[in-house]
């Protein structure tokens, strides 16, 4: 039987998703968790990867329990959640667990990610850890426009974390924009698929554009030259959020 997982964490207090040798993670935090209330060892295979300190208020896993002659894979979802949110750390929040088919993938039928990057031109010390910093008044109107220029392309490469194993660079966009909310100013994108460390360094260079330190055509020149130098600073980890993971469930859950 595979399940789906559906949780949320604050990524302040870990080295990323991903399990890392000596290093406190969201896989492995949930992992030993998992396997100590199920008396088995369970391995989670995550939706995707978040570096050190960026947050997930949407996300989803998926793990497989083994049928034996004495257990059937089948568990109490309801009471797992239950038990797990008793077990985990408080800034881990379990949403659900549902049986899904057999060759559902958390990461590879994901259909869309949406994340959002806070930032503030304000002290706010309720938010330490949830924004970034910025020392100026950056123009929304001249970083939307921006943003839209974004959407008339697909190769990404000059906003990719060098020398990774991806075999492409190309990622459909279908939404940026930014919003001010209160004190902060929040920076929205959506694609099919986005590249390590792509929405941190989207974030610097358009910022780049809304302090005045960038034209949109010299923005346009950066997107089109497909180098990673070209680009503005990659933000600091903090102020990210992984929003949304989209899937068709129709075609994943398992119907009662």
Aim: glycine content about 6%.
């Amino acid at each position: 039987m595979r399940y789906f997982i559906h949780l949320a964490y604050n990524g302040a207090n870990y080295n990323g998703y991903q399990t890392q040798p000596g290093l406190p993670t969201v896989q492995e935090t949930i992992e030993k968790a998992l396997s100590t209330l199920l008396r088995q060892p369970v391995a989670i295979v995550g939706c995707g990867r978040t570096d050190t300190g960026v947050h997930a208020s949407d996300y989803y896993a998926h793990f497989t329990l083994p049928e034996t002659d004495t257990f059937d894979g089948k568990i109490d979802c309801q009471q797992l959640v239950f038990k797990l949110n008793s077990f985990l750390p408080a800034d881990l929040a379990i949403f659900d667990i549902f049986p899904v088919r057999p060759n559902a993938h958390a990461r590879f039928d994901a259909t869309a990610r949406t994340y959002q990057y806070h930032v503030s031109d304000r002290r706010l010390p309720f938010k330490q850890g949830l924004y970034s910093r910025i020392y100026y008044r950056p123009d929304l109107d001249l970083m939307n426009q921006g943003a839209q220029i974004l959407l008339e392309y697909e190769d990404f490469t000059s906003f990719a974390k060098l020398h990774t194993d991806v075999k492409t660079n190309i990622c459909h966009l279908s939404l940026a924009h930014w919003q001010q909310e209160g004190d902060e100013y929040i920076f929205t994108i959506r694609s099919n698929r986005f590249l390590r460390n792509m929405v941190r360094s989207v974030t610097g260079t358009l910022l780049d554009v809304g302090r005045g330190k960038l034209t949109l055509d010299g923005l346009r020149q950066i997107v089109e030259r497909k180098n990673r130098c070209a680009a503005g600073v990659s933000m600091p980890p903090q102020g990210l959020f992984l929003t949304q993971v989209e899937y068709n469930f129709d075609q994943l859950k398992i119907k009662n």
